[in-house]
T-cell receptor, first 110, second 116 residues
Framework: GDSVTQMEGPVTLSEEAFLTINCTYT??????LFWYVQYPGEGLQLLLK?????DKGSNKGFEATYRKETTSFHLEKGSVQVSDSAVYFC?????????FGQGTELSVKP | GAVVSQHPSWVICKSGTSVKIECRSL??????MFWYRQFPKQSLMLMAT?????????EQGVEKDKFLINHASLTLSTLTVTSAHPEDSSFYIC????????????FGPGTRLTVT
């Protein structure tokens, strides 16, 4: 069945560092792909999405490109801030259901 | 807007008792609500999908008699864990859907259940 795999955390970075969180998926066909973010004490929020191959989703300085050749959807940000500290979830959508990765905790130090 | 709340945020109960978790959409009407379960350092697993006024659709492997879901109104869904056992200890998350696009779900903050 479909699955999503993320790099394990926690990831600890200094402020203004470059961020990459790897995400790969397995699926038959081409599912829609998403990144969600969960700030402490809050529910998951949709961060960005891509619905077809080569699409780039972007929001709040974060970007991810749907790469069908490598079945990947890596999340990047050029300069992280302390306020970006959160748990990030990669997800795919198939048959009306969201399939989540295990989440990657990001901690940004001043 | 589009806020989803869960209550309680944390509950401890004794083995054999039942626990009810509420999920409310505070400022919108949700035709569809979803219940997920999350184990430590693991992904969210969809347990069931419920539509207002109809029976929930459970995912394969989820015991419908143990995890009772009621979606009685467009703003409230409840999950009751019946005869809870320590293996039911987990983080339960609900979400509410606004429209036909599944990814437009709004998630509650989750409920931590510990069964002793």
């Amino acid at each position: 069945g479909d699955s999503v795999t993320q790099m394990e955390g926690p990831v600890t970075l200094s402020e203004e560092a470059f961020l990459t969180i790897n995400c790969t998926y397995t699926a038959t066909g081409y599912p829609s792909l998403f990144w969600y973010v969960q700030y402490p004490g809050e529910g998951l929020q949709l961060l960005l999405k891509a619905t077809k191959a080569d699409d780039k989703g972007s929001n709040k300085g974060f970007e991810a490109t749907y790469r069908k050749e490598t079945t990947s959807f890596h999340l990047e940000k050029g300069s992280v801030q302390v306020s970006d500290s959160a748990v990030y979830f990669c997800a795919s959508e198939r048959g009306g259901k969201l399939i989540f990765g295990q989440g990657t905790e990001l901690s940004v130090k001043p | 807007g589009a806020v989803v709340s869960q209550h309680p945020s944390w509950v401890i109960c004794k083995s054999g008792t039942s626990v009810k978790i509420e999920c409310r959409s505070l400022d919108f009407q949700a035709t569809t609500m979803f219940w997920y379960r999350q184990f430590p350092k693991q992904s969210l697993m969809l347990m069931a999908t419920s539509n207002e006024g109809s029976k929930a659709t459970y995912e394969q492997g989820v015991e419908k008699d143990k995890f009772l879901i009621n979606h009685a109104s467009l703003t409230l869904s409840t999950l009751t864990v019946t005869s809870a056992h320590p293996e039911d200890s987990s983080f339960y998350i609900c979400s509410a859907g606004l429209g036909g696009r599944l990814y437009e779900q709004y998630f509650g903050p989750g409920t931590r259940l510990t069964v002793t």
